[in-house]
């Protein structure tokens, strides 16, 4: 498919850069969190990520998604391009990026959820986060039914689980018409 040989192609040159633009150690990092290729991380840094518990942090993750994919939107959106194309050109290229990375559970979560907001911004809707979570479960189980059982979905899914249902009892809400106290 020349699409994804395209992909593979970009991905090299970039992985080349960063070794180029930092020292090797680094750029074994760096090349996991952008590009999601850890093959060149020495299993004793993989070893001390992983006893600090923040192993997680060397994956494609929703922030990488949402930063990418807003960014170019909201770009588009302020140089007056409309909300459907604006949404497609950030859609598609989420979706070049996720195949470039090799869509681990937690970007093929995160851009589904993405391409739900697009959705629902194209047609004139609200986004909730809890629905297009649940819809991105529903979807991903029916195609891969062992994702149960994968710790990489739950933990993606969990997480932003805990976001949408904790955080907003944790928050204390304001009347409508209360100015916010100054600082």
Same mark, same amino acid.
């Given at each position: ?43 004793? *840094? ?46 598609? *290229?989420l979706l070049l990026y996720g ?30 986060? *809890? ?25 993606s899914f969990g997480s932003v *689980? ?22």
């Amino acid at each position: 498919w020349r699409v994804r040989e395209e992909l593979f192609w970009l991905k090299r040159c970039l992985r080349e850069r960063l070794y180029r633009a930092f020292p090797e150690k680094e750029a074994a990092v760096m090349s996991a969190l952008l590009l999601g290729d850890k093959s060149d991380l020495d299993s004793e *840094l993989k070893d001390l990520y992983r006893r600090s518990g923040i192993l997680h942090i060397l994956s494609i993750s929703s922030l990488h998604i949402t930063i990418i994919g807003m960014s170019v939107y909201k770009m588009l959106r302020k140089l007056g391009m409309p909300i459907c194309p604006a949404a497609v050109v950030g859609s598609v *290229l989420l979706l070049l990026y996720g195949a470039m990375t090799g869509f681990s559970v937690s970007a093929c979560r995160a851009i589904g959820m993405y391409l739900i907001r697009m959705l629902a911004e194209a047609v004139g809707r609200t986004y909730d986060m *809890l629905t297009a979570l649940g819809v991105m479960a529903a979807l991903m189980v029916i195609d891969n039914p062992y994702y149960l059982r994968s710790s990489g979905f739950l933990l993606s899914f969990g997480s932003v *689980l805990g976001l949408g249902v904790v955080y907003p009892a944790l928050t204390p809400k304001l009347p409508d018409n209360t100015p916010c106290p100054a600082s």
